[in-house]
């Protein structure tokens, strides 16, 4: 039985469970050089069914998206998980006469729920 690993896409920062047979050695040549990816989040939103983002929700992400569009990324804050910062943001769609803001698009179709901040007293 091989043994599985959760890696991380230095690229896109995006995560997969790969077998050990995948594997292969990060060339020193790129070992040397920063991280690519950031870790965000959306800022003071979470899904509106529970703690994950349903097909639908990802799909109207996507679509305001996409991949080959300059988005900006207006930081609010951060975070600290267990193995990484995860960056908070509110991300702009700025290529269109109107700016878009995509939390914004999420919570007016119901598909994300502001979240509720507690003031520190």
């Known amino acids: 039985m091989q043994k599985c690993f959760r890696v991380l896409y230095l690229d896109y920062g995006n995560r997969c469970t790969v ?3 995948s594997l292969r050695p990060l060339p020193p040549e790129l070992a040397s050089l920063p991280a690519c ?3 965000m989040s959306l800022a003071n939103v979470c899904p509106n069914k529970g703690n994950k983002w349903d097909e639908a ?3 109207l992400f996507v679509d305001l998206t996409g991949f080959k569009l300059s988005l900006v990324a207006e930081k609010k804050g951060h975070r600290r998980t267990r193995f990484e910062d ?3 943001v509110t991300l702009w769609n700025r ?3 109107v700016p878009i803001n995509i939390t914004a698009v999420l ?3 119901a598909f ?3 979240k509720k ?4 007293m």
């Open 86 to 88: 995860v960056m908070e």
């Open 57 to 59: 929700a990802i799909a």
């Open 117 to 120: 901040v507690s003031l520190g």
């Open 19 to 21: 077998d050990s047979a």
């Open 37 to 39: 990816a950031l870790r």
């Open 95 to 97: 290529n269109g006469p």
């Open 107 to 109: 919570v007016e179709k």
């Open 112 to 114: 994300a729920v502001l």
